[in-house]
């Protein structure tokens, strides 16, 4: 599919300065605003999903703002260090010298918080420091928008860190009203970039070559896929299955086969390795049951820096070549390289892999046992679900009667918590349903 812009009208949810970390996996409360409403505020942090298209908001902004007159600057915040003048994608050292010389306002939209932590857990507090020595003298002139995936953001540590060095007005004494002030009016606004209407994602769909939008957006709805169309990243992987196979199918079938037009290069690989698509398959489901099982969400490249913080796959896809590991690495499946690292684009199509590599060992004679036990645990005398291990049932019921059976007698409400539940058997539907209205019933929490 050839990559095309198609600037949208985003939209931004405005979010409680006080969130805590798992607060940014909520929706946003309060009236959605557009960029002309926001701009002119002096510190912003801007939350958004992988494949959301944060990135493409912050340089675009900022095009537009030079395009005004006016001084902008688009910043990697992986790329602030000593080099600073080096450091530009939108603007230039002399556009900043200039500025740092005049008494204008100027905007600054540094990208993202995730990308900067994957070097070191100091490379954002270096480099958030770093930047603020360089505009000091300019601080209350300078408009300061910050992007991060919302499981990148630290809340009090982040925000702390943010006001100790890019402050903005004087900083508030010790009276009582002049706290009780500056809670209600934080330096740092915080806002989510929302995700996209129907009437944006058929404007998209036409841009990318969809002739009939009504139905590709009327198919989106049926098979419940509006959540991943909203993200301008899926989206447009949902339109390659669309212009492939002129049809969605079911949630299932739609993620699978995004999996498979995924499992490409993106860039042309110069060592001749083309490792078959059965291949990149099985390793890509390792890669994401690793990432699942330990919590260790960066992959290093074979030839990248490998420490204890991240997981080293040549260790896990045994038998493979450092050219045949680095092909899997750099197919869609996985974000850009940043410092010799991925990580998996998207958290349902990691999760589904691994539901994948769960179903094959449990079809493997002897080791049933051992994979139910990451899943199912006993404790008190009672089995409970392992919370970590949670959103993969949601998909492996799918595959396995046995799991199915043990997970829906302890909790029947999983299967409606992600995976795709049409693709149960109707009886399973049916007693599922009733045993949810029957716990309701009685007053259990569902």
């Known amino acids: 599919m050839t990559e095309k812009i198609v600037e949208l009208i985003r ?28 701009e002119d505020q002096f510190r912003v942090l801007i939350i958004a999903d992988p494949g959301a298209g944060k990135t493409f908001e912050a340089q675009t902004r900022a095009r537009r703002i030079k395009e005004r007159g006016r001084h902008a600057f688009f ?69 300061i928008f910050i992007t991060s995936r919302e499981d990148a953001w630290r809340a009090l540590p982040d925000q702390t860190l943010i006001e100790q060095h890019l402050p903005y007005g004087e ?26 209407s129907e009437d944006e994602i058929a404007l998209f769909a036409g841009h990318y070559g969809v002739s009939d939008v009504t139905n590709f957006v009327d198919a989106a709805r049926r098979a419940n896929l509006l959540t991943l169309a909203e993200r301008p990243f899926d989206l447009k992987a949902l339109i390659g299955v ?17 999996i498979a037009l995924q499992t490409k290069p993106r860039l042309a ?8 698509a059965a291949q990149m398959r099985d390793g890509a ?53 940043v410092y010799t690292s991925v990580r998996f684009r998207h958290r349902e199509i990691r999760e589904l892999l691994t539901a994948e590599w769960a179903n094959d060992l449990l079809n493997e004679p002897g080791v049933r046992a051992r ?5 199912f645990r006993e404790r008190y005398g009672e089995q409970v679900i392992v919370p970590r291990t949670r959103p993969i049932l949601a998909w492996l019921i799918l595959f396995d009667e046995e799991v199915r059976d043990k ?40």
């Open 11 to 38: 939209r931004f949810s405005p979010m409680s300065p006080h969130s805590k970390d798992w607060d940014f996996l909520a929706p946003g409360l309060g009236r959605t605003q557009r960029w002309h409403q926001i």
């Open 75 to 143: 910043i990697r915040i992986e790329r602030i260090d000593a080099i600073f003048d080096q450091s530009f994608e939108v603007g230039t050292a002399d556009e900043f010298a200039a500025w740092l010389a005049s008494t204008e306002e100027a905007w600054f939209f540094l990208d993202s918080v995730d990308e900067a932590q994957l070097e070191t857990p100091r490379a954002l507090e270096d480099a958030v420091r770093i930047f603020g020595t360089k505009i000091y003298t300019a601080l209350d002139r300078a408009h």
């Open 171 to 196: 900083p508030a004494s010790d009276g009582e009203d002049d706290t009780a002030s500056s809670e209600s009016d934080p330096t740092l606004k915080l806002y989510r970039l929302a995700g996209l």
């Open 242 to 258: 669309w212009i492939a196979d002129h049809r969605l199918g079911s949630r299932l079938e739609v993620l699978q086969r995004m």
């Open 269 to 276: 690989v110069t060592a001749p390795v083309r490792p078959n």
């Open 285 to 337: 489901r390792i890669l994401a049951a690793a990432v699942t099982m330990t919590g260790k969400t960066v992959i290093g490249l074979p030839a990248g820096v490998h420490t204890a913080d991240r997981l080293d796959p040549r260790t896990l896809l045994t038998g493979w070549t450092d050219a045949e590991i680095d092909t899997l690495l750099r197919t869609g499946l996985f974000d850009d390289i």
């Open 371 to 375: 994979v139910e036990d990451l899943f």
């Open 407 to 446: 997970a829906l007698a302890l909790a029947p409400e999983i299967a409606s918590e992600g995976g795709d539940p049409s693709r149960l058997p109707l009886k399973i539907r049916q007693s599922m349903l009733r045993d949810i209205v029957n716990r309701i019933a009685i007053g259990r929490e569902v």
